[in-house]
């Protein structure tokens, strides 16, 4: 009888261990498992009532008169992004909020914005 290298004597049984799963492993069943880890860590959106939405409105408002920095929290596809700047202006025609980071000028829209908090 031929012996193979590979099985291995575990009581009456032959197994060849880790092996035997290789073989189902697809590139496939690799992707879809990587989408699945991204879709288990993604942040359902924060529900905002009315007073949440005014207090943003208000710091907006307080910190585009101060011209102080801020760290604005922006909630986007389930993940939850965090920018920080000085805000030089709100659009409310297009409802965008330009701020100005060390680097350039950029824009956020306003329905997607969590929370804004004055960091000086």
Known sequence: MKRNKYLKTVGDIKDRGNIKWT???L???VEMIREWYEKDEQVPKPE???DDLQLIQEEMEIA???QCEVLI???KDGAI???RGTIKSIDG???MLIYE???KQRRLPVDEIVSIVMVD
Do not use: I, S, V, Y
């Open 23 to 25: 073989a189902l492993m």
């Open 27 to 29: 590139p496939e069943h």
């Open 48 to 50: 905002l009532n009315g």
């Open 64 to 66: 585009l008169k101060r």
């Open 73 to 75: 929290r922006c909630w």
């Open 81 to 83: 992004e965090a920018h």
């Open 93 to 95: 025609k297009t409802r």
């Open 101 to 103: 980071d060390p680097f």
